[in-house]
Nanobody
Framework: QVQLVESGGGLVQAGGSLRLSCAVSGRTFSNYAMGWFRQAPGKEREFVIGISRSGVSTYPADSVKGRFTISRDNAKNTVYLQMNILKPEDTAVYYC?????????????????WGQGTQVTVSS
């Protein structure tokens, strides 16, 4: 079993930045590609960005390209989401997820484990 715990959410003004962390325990972290998803009220959960097992390759959604980056520290079993130039439409609950494949997928059903989520609210 793999446990994922997100942290770092909060309230920020438009144009600001936040960094989310996701601490992973229970299995070998480097065996998993990682992804961040978000879900706004009344909307489906959507893929934000993913990172390969090795950390060499990242896969941002078009909506966050140039603003969000993902990184991982395999020694600390942690994945990070750096969010810059935040917009009100980025407001959502953000989830990290683990997938036992080399490359992260873009659909929720492809992931094996999920965190509980952390709220990000961007005020205009």
């Amino acid at each position: 079993q793999v446990q994922l715990v997100e942290s770092g959410g909060g309230l920020v003004q438009a144009g600001g930045s936040l960094r989310l962390s996701c601490a992973v325990s229970g299995r070998t972290f480097s065996n998993y590609a990682m992804g961040w998803f978000r879900q706004a009220p009344g909307k489906e959960r959507e893929f934000v960005i993913g990172i390969s097992r090795s950390g060499v390759s990242t896969y941002p959604a078009d909506s966050v390209k140039g603003r969000f980056t993902i990184s991982r520290d395999n020694a600390k079993n942690t994945v990070y989401l750096q969010m810059n130039i935040l917009k009100p439409e980025d407001t959502a609950v953000y989830y990290c997820a683990a997938q036992s494949r080399p490359i992260p997928g873009g659909r929720p059903y492809e992931y094996d484990y999920w965190g509980q989520g952390t709220q990000v609210t961007v005020s205009s």
